[in-house]
């Protein structure tokens, strides 16, 4: 079977402003600890809260006073990454089980003086929608989720105890989990196949299983002594099913939506509450009746939106909806006289009635004291067959449903069939925080706004990890038109709000895609940054995200050479033998380890690593970028076997396709593993440009130093088979696809270069980019860092590692295992994944014939000499230059003491609009050229300088048609005038 692909992701969550407890999106989850007085919350902001209640849990119900404040905020952790589902206590109330979306279960111990991060005990393969337990002693729990698998999971941490596929051979698109329930030795499952299934969790083999329902299954519970299910469904229809007689007993039908949850705390269900879509919360009481349909059914409660989860303790009713606030209701004493009206009575004809809510509550005080009674009007029948409680056998056959009432009994039709809960406002609420439930990422991609469930909007910095400005209730499309800026950067990374938080998530395959110009924010040439420097926002942003851990490791490395230093001269002394031929000598010197400048490192080459394979803070910082500035040129560059005309922005068609055959791992090494040995003289020139943009151009782009030629080949001695033999074995090495790994490779080449060369001073194999490529940046401490996995075994991606900024150093050892190859690369080496340049086509012309063409006219007839391309963050003055040096050339013999730049007297035009002269070629086919095809750009002269028509050459009739080769060059060596005639740099902008 085919191994599934996985990789690793790295994702960051921008510190929202310090806030008071509580969530910020709806609360899913609610369990209580009634003997601590404690309500815990769950939410989809995946955070769990912890709520003194501040009272006596066995207190009557009418100890607290309408209105009292009475809670306070304990405690609260963000527990996961994605949604919470759903909440269990267990363990005598002292550990809190969580399932999310995030596909993990974890168990959070709030009790425990250690105050630890909830831990994983397991994780399914989709979103986890529902969690049981056997009871406050067990050592277990069970979760159900999309994958159709039920898991009893150790809560000590030992993985999982049993799994159930509860589809088995049936193969369902309706298997899904939604509802758990267990009780005395059996547990249940129910989903949106709408059938109850019963298995022994013990062994994990089906019981048997109740059909009856039409709906999605929501709700599941299961008595003490584990003979009877309640089941809630979306039919809206709670079931009681009895495993004795292997059969529904009852249907109850007091709900008219689609019931979301049950709670009971009564050991046979007697007493249980139900709750709605429509917001409805019922309290059925069946104590001290022969049948259940006798039983008093009363709507305690209506909310404004559907309640997702019901709890009642100490005499109150805690409900969570799809908003972040929590409400707490005064209970129903089911046991108080039942209030009947004098001269009217309802009438109903089957199910539940319709429900109007009055202005205000009902109930003056608490319900059962001895002032108060149930409303008649509050009452809910249980089912098509039931009848009001407390109503003497003759009144009982007028309210029957299968008798008429008497003519002057009947209510008028406009108070038929209308319920009035007990409660309609809250005694108290526990207030919720906003969070972001909408964002808009505008076109630089390093800006994005954000809006909140208060209507707020926020200008966020995705690279600072700040808030940039707020704008208060607006439309955050009118805010987006006004900050937007007209540009076109490549996506980079993806932002996510599911928790009410702004992430941002960094996919190596793309997060190296995105470059901007060093000016653009705020740094200029006297800032280390040379003319049109260019800064990559995914290197950028990692490299600061893990600043500590780089300084570890740094830290990490000089003693570790140290002590490798000492040891081998001990070696050396103990035995004295002369060195081997071929064998490495380092000059000496005292700067070994990576300098902190103005935050960043100047770094020396490691002895036979860097040399061979320079890292990209090295070229980087040596060749300005507008030759291939992008640190997707660079890792390029690294992966690519070095040869006479290396790759650059712009180059013809067949260089292109010679560039996107990319290097393989034993090339790398190769490369990597050469001896130190002095590098051989580059090849002459063979041809050099005589205009002066290629004299600009050279100068601009100095020779890369460190490099190596492909076909340089350095000496090596020859071996003996048993040296062979042992070579063989270190090739064979393999390291861990981790920071560790890259950790260890660099040990491993100190270790291989002290064999050879004992006692030698060691220079750092850790080469960090440098400042002019990623500039300083003070992220917030408290920013959080995940590490995820995406696998095709699961649906979203694992987490690996959850942390903050602030104590990655701290964390160093968990991170080099869980950081990825490609991540640590970054940090330690200053490479990154090799991606082709992506380039622009675009076709140059007069404008009005006004100036001469830039080329002359090609002898073959079907080529267009004036078709161009070039790297699509190319600014126009570059392309201006390139007119210029054409159409405009320099006089050697009467050379310019103060020429004027390109872009001051040469405009480009695109769609009859006037090009800024800092505008890239991307960003003018996004938003100016807005079509297929070549773009077609035109250049003129705005009148400041006069421009010399250039002097015509006729060719001679000897010549042949001229063509352009793979290389670049031409025929016979021999290029137009007004090209420049060298293959030392490819040309800024390219004939295709």
Same mark, same amino acid.
């Given at each position: %079977?085919? $191994?599934?692909?996985?990789?690793?992701?790295?994702?960051?969550?921008?510190?929202?402003?310090?806030?008071?407890?509580?969530?910020?999106?709806?609360?899913?989850?609610?369990?209580?600890?009634?003997?601590?007085?404690?309500?815990?919350?769950?939410?989809?902001?995946?955070?769990?809260?912890?709520?003194?209640?501040?009272?006596?849990?066995?207190?009557?119900?009418?100890?607290?006073?309408?209105?009292?404040?009475?809670?306070?905020?304990?405690?609260?952790?963000?527990?996961?990454?994605?949604?919470?589902?759903?909440?269990?206590?267990?363990?005598?109330?002292?550990?809190?089980?969580?399932?999310?979306?995030?596909?993990?279960?974890?168990?959070?111990?709030?009790?425990?003086?250690?105050?630890?991060?909830?831990?994983?005990?397991? $994780?399914?393969?989709?979103?986890?929608?529902?969690?049981?337990?056997?009871?406050?002693?067990?050592?277990?729990?069970?979760?159900?989720?999309?994958?159709?698998?039920?898991?009893?999971?150790?809560?000590?941490?030992?993985?999982?105890?049993?799994?159930?596929?509860?589809?088995?051979?049936?193969?369902?698109?309706?298997?899904?989990?939604?509802?758990?329930?267990?009780?005395?030795?059996?547990?249940?499952?129910?989903?949106?196949?709408?059938?109850?299934?019963?298995?022994?969790?013990?062994?994990?083999?089906?019981?048997?299983?109740?059909?009856?329902?039409?709906?999605?299954?929501?709700?599941?519970?299961?008595?003490?002594?584990?003979?009877?299910? %309640?089941?809630?469904?979306?039919?809206?229809?709670?079931?009681?099913?009895?495993?004795?007689?292997?059969?529904?007993?009852?249907?109850?039908?007091?709900?008219?939506?689609?019931?979301?949850?049950?709670?009971?705390?009564?050991?046979?269900?007697?007493?249980?509450?139900?709750?709605?879509?429509?917001?409805?919360?019922?309290?059925?009481?069946?104590?001290?009746?022969?049948?259940?349909?006798?039983?008093?059914?009363?709507?305690?409660?209506?909310?404004?939106?559907?309640?997702?989860?019901?709890?009642?303790?100490?005499?109150?009713?805690?409900?969570?909806?799809?908003?972040?606030?929590? @409400?707490?209701?005064?209970?129903?004493?089911?046991?108080?006289?039942?209030?009947?009206?004098?001269?009217?009575?309802?009438?109903?004809?089957?199910?539940?009635?319709?429900?109007?809510?009055?202005?205000?509550?009902?109930?003056?005080?608490?319900?059962?004291?001895?002032?108060?009674?149930?409303?008649?009007?509050?009452?809910?029948?249980?089912?098509?067959?039931?009848?009001?409680?407390?109503?003497?056998?003759?009144?009982?056959?007028?309210?029957?449903?299968?008798?008429?009432?008497?003519?002057?009994?009947?209510?008028?039709?406009?108070?038929?069939?209308?319920?009035?809960?007990?409660?309609?406002?809250?005694?108290?609420?526990?207030?919720?925080?906003?969070?972001?439930?909408?964002?808009?990422?505008?076109?630089?991609?390093?800006?994005?706004?954000?809006?909140?469930?208060?209507?707020?909007?926020?200008?966020?910095?995705?690279?600072?990890?700040?808030?940039?400005?707020?704008?208060?209730? $607006?439309?955050?499309?009118?805010?987006?038109?006004?900050?937007?800026?007209?540009?076109?950067?490549?996506?980079?990374?993806?932002?996510?709000?599911?928790?009410?938080?702004?992430?941002?998530?960094?996919?190596?395959?793309?997060?190296?895609?995105?470059?901007?110009?060093?000016?653009?924010?705020?740094?200029?040439?006297?800032?280390?940054?040379?003319?049109?420097?260019?800064?990559?926002?995914?290197?950028?942003?990692? /490299?600061?995200?893990?600043?500590?851990?780089?300084?570890?490791?740094?830290?990490?490395?000089?003693?570790?050479?140290?002590?490798?230093?000492?040891?081998?001269?001990?070696? /050396?002394?103990?035995?004295?033998?002369?060195?081997?031929?071929?064998?490495?000598?380092?000059?000496?010197?005292?700067?070994?380890?990576?300098?902190?400048?103005?935050?960043?490192?100047?770094?020396?080459?490691?002895?036979?690593?860097?040399?061979?394979?320079?890292?990209?803070?090295?070229?980087?910082?040596?060749?300005?970028?507008?030759?291939?500035?992008?640190?997707?040129?660079?890792?390029?560059?690294?992966?690519?076997?070095?040869?006479?005309?290396?790759?650059?922005?712009?180059?013809?068609?067949?260089?292109?396709?010679?560039?996107?055959?990319?290097?393989?791992?034993?090339?790398?090494?190769?490369?990597?593993?050469?001896?130190?040995?002095?590098?051989?003289?580059?090849?002459?020139?063979? /041809?050099?440009?005589?205009?002066?943009?290629?004299?600009?151009?050279?100068?601009?782009?100095?020779?890369?130093?460190? $490099?190596?030629?492909?076909?340089?080949?350095?000496?090596?001695?020859?071996?003996?088979?048993?040296?062979?033999?042992?070579?063989?074995?270190?090739?064979?090495?393999?390291?861990?696809?981790?920071?560790?790994?890259?950790?260890?490779?660099?040990?491993?080449?100190?270790?291989?270069?002290?064999?050879?060369?004992?006692?030698? @001073?060691?220079?750092?194999?850790?080469?960090?980019?440098?400042?002019?490529?990623?500039?300083?940046?003070?992220?917030?401490?408290?920013?959080?860092?995940?590490?995820?996995?995406?696998?095709?075994?699961?649906?979203?991606?694992?987490?690996?590692?959850?942390?903050?900024?602030?104590?990655?150093?701290?964390?160093?050892?968990?991170?080099?295992?869980?950081?990825?190859?490609?991540?640590?690369?970054?940090?330690?080496?200053?490479?990154?994944?090799?991606?082709?340049?992506?380039?622009?086509?675009?076709?140059?012309?007069?404008?009005?014939?006004?100036?001469?063409?830039?080329?002359?006219?090609?002898?073959?007839?079907?080529?267009?000499?004036?078709?161009?391309?070039?790297? /699509?963050?190319?600014?126009?003055?570059?392309?201006?230059?390139?007119?210029?040096?054409?159409?405009?050339?320099?006089?050697?013999?009467?050379?310019?003491?103060?020429? %004027?730049?390109?872009?001051?007297?040469?405009?480009?035009?695109?769609? @009859?609009?006037?090009?800024?002269?800092?505008?890239?070629?991307?960003?003018?086919?996004?938003?100016?050229?807005?079509?297929?095809?070549?773009?077609?750009?035109?250049?003129?002269?705005?009148?400041?300088?006069?421009?010399?028509?250039?002097?015509?050459?006729?060719?001679?009739?000897?010549?042949?048609?001229?063509?352009?080769?793979?290389?670049?060059?031409?025929?016979?060596?021999?290029?137009?005038?007004?090209?420049?005639?060298?293959?030392?740099?490819?040309?800024?902008?390219?004939?295709?």
């Amino acid at each position: %079977m085919a $191994r599934k692909f996985t990789h690793q992701r790295v994702s960051y969550v921008l510190p929202l402003p310090d806030a008071p407890g509580g969530h910020r999106l709806g609360v899913n989850g609610l369990a209580v600890d009634s003997d601590n007085g404690i309500l815990y919350s769950a939410g989809r902001d995946g955070v769990l809260c912890s709520w003194d209640l501040n009272r006596n849990p066995s207190s009557s119900l009418s100890s607290s006073a309408k209105g009292s404040k009475t809670i306070s905020h304990r405690h609260q952790v963000q527990a996961h990454s994605h949604w919470i589902n759903d909440i269990v206590l267990t363990q005598n109330n002292s550990a809190l089980v969580s399932a999310s979306s995030d596909t993990t279960v974890r168990v959070w111990r709030p009790q425990s003086e250690a105050n630890e991060l909830p831990v994983s005990i397991g $994780r399914h393969a989709d979103y986890v929608k529902c969690l049981a337990t056997s009871g406050q002693q067990s050592n277990w729990v069970a979760s159900g989720g999309l994958d159709q698998k039920v898991v009893l999971w150790d809560l000590n941490g030992g993985g999982d105890i049993l799994k159930i596929d509860t589809c088995g051979d049936e193969v369902t698109e309706k298997g899904s989990v939604y509802a758990l329930g267990t009780g005395g030795s059996v547990l249940a499952t129910g989903g949106p196949e709408s059938v109850v299934r019963v298995w022994d969790p013990k062994s994990g083999k089906l019981i048997t299983k109740f059909v009856g329902h039409t709906d999605n299954i929501r709700g599941i519970l299961i008595n003490e002594s584990g003979d009877t299910i %309640m089941t809630a469904s979306s039919d809206q229809t709670v079931k009681v099913w009895s495993l004795t007689a292997g059969r529904c007993t009852h249907t109850l039908t007091m709900h008219n939506d689609s019931v979301w949850s049950l709670y009971s705390d009564h050991p046979q269900l007697s007493v249980f509450y139900s709750s709605d879509r429509s917001g409805l919360v019922a309290k059925t009481d069946t104590r001290d009746v022969p049948d259940i349909d006798q039983g008093t059914s009363i709507a305690a409660l209506q909310e404004h939106e559907g309640v997702v989860k019901v709890v009642a303790t100490g005499g109150s009713i805690w409900t969570a909806t799809p908003k972040s606030s929590i @409400n707490r209701w005064s209970d129903v004493d089911t046991t108080a006289d039942i209030e009947f009206p004098n001269t009217s009575a309802r009438r109903f004809s089957g199910g539940s009635p319709t429900l109007e809510s009055p202005p205000e509550s009902t109930s003056q005080g608490p319900i059962g004291s001895s002032k108060n009674k149930i409303p008649h009007s509050s009452l809910l029948l249980l089912s098509n067959t039931a009848t009001f409680p407390g109503l003497d056998p003759e009144r009982a056959t007028i309210y029957s449903s299968v008798s008429s009432p008497k003519p002057n009994e009947i209510v008028n039709d406009e108070e038929l069939g209308v319920v009035l809960p007990v409660h309609t406002v809250p005694e108290e609420t526990i207030e919720g925080q906003h969070g972001l439930i909408k964002y808009s990422l505008l076109n630089d991609r390093k800006r994005t706004l954000t809006q909140d469930t208060a209507g707020e909007v926020v200008l966020w910095d995705l690279i600072k990890c700040v808030p940039l400005k707020a704008f208060g209730k $607006r439309h955050i499309e009118d805010v987006a038109s006004e900050v937007n800026t007209v540009e076109s950067i490549a996506n980079w990374c993806t932002v996510d709000i599911r928790t009410g938080r702004l992430s941002v998530i960094l996919e190596p395959n793309r997060c190296f895609d995105a470059e901007i110009y060093a000016d653009e924010v705020g740094y200029s040439e006297n800032d280390e940054h040379g003319q049109d420097q260019r800064l990559n926002l995914g290197k950028w942003v990692l /490299r600061w995200l893990f600043g500590d851990l780089v300084e570890e490791e740094i830290q990490r490395d000089e003693a570790y050479r140290e002590t490798a230093v000492a040891k081998s001269a001990e070696f /050396r002394v103990d035995n004295p033998t002369e060195q081997t031929p071929g064998s490495q000598v380092l000059p000496d010197t005292s700067s070994t380890t990576p300098r902190v400048v103005n935050g960043s490192h100047s770094s020396i080459a490691v002895p036979g690593h860097n040399i061979a394979a320079p890292s990209a803070s090295n070229l980087s910082s040596s060749l300005p970028t507008t030759e291939e500035g992008s640190s997707t040129g660079l890792g390029h560059d690294l992966d690519t076997p070095f040869s006479d005309k290396p790759s650059d922005y712009f180059s013809n068609t067949h260089a292109i396709e010679a560039d996107k055959q990319p290097s393989t791992a034993a090339e790398d090494q190769a490369s990597t593993a050469l001896p130190l040995s002095p590098v051989e003289p580059e090849k002459e020139e063979k /041809r050099k440009g005589s205009s002066l943009f290629g004299k600009k151009f050279r100068m601009e782009f100095p020779k890369k130093l460190g $490099r190596t030629s492909t076909d340089v080949k350095s000496p090596v001695p020859e071996e003996k088979p048993e040296e062979s033999d042992k070579s063989s074995e270190k090739e064979e090495k393999v390291f861990e696809n981790s920071l560790g790994g890259v950790i260890d490779r660099i040990r491993h080449e100190y270790e291989t270069y002290l064999a050879a060369n004992p006692g030698s @001073n060691l220079a750092s194999g850790i080469t960090p980019s440098s400042n002019a490529d990623t500039p300083m940046l003070n992220i917030p401490p408290n920013t959080s860092i995940l590490i995820q996995e995406e696998s095709g075994d699961t649906a979203v991606a694992a987490d690996l590692y959850r942390g903050f900024v602030g104590n990655v150093r701290e964390e160093t050892d968990k991170l080099e295992k869980a950081v990825p190859h490609w991540l640590g690369e970054l940090l330690l080496k200053n490479q990154i994944v090799a991606k082709e340049v992506v380039k622009v086509a675009f076709v140059l012309k007069p404008y009005e014939d006004q100036l001469p063409p830039i080329a002359k006219p090609d002898v073959s007839p079907n080529s267009n000499s004036s078709r161009l391309n070039a790297n /699509r963050m190319l600014r126009v003055k570059k392309v201006l230059a390139y007119v210029a040096e054409r159409i405009d050339p320099v006089d050697p013999t009467d050379p310019d003491p103060n020429p %004027m730049k390109p872009e001051e007297y040469l405009e480009l035009y695109c769609q @009859n609009i006037l090009i800024p002269e800092n505008m890239t070629l991307a960003t003018i086919r996004t938003h100016i050229w807005r079509a297929g095809g070549d773009m077609i750009l035109y250049y003129k002269a705005n009148g400041k300088k006069t421009i010399r028509p250039p002097v015509v050459e006729v060719p001679s009739t000897e010549t042949p048609a001229t063509t352009e080769s793979t290389d670049g060059s031409h025929p016979n060596g021999v290029l137009p005038p007004s090209v420049p005639n060298t293959n030392s740099e490819p040309p800024l902008i390219s004939g295709v």
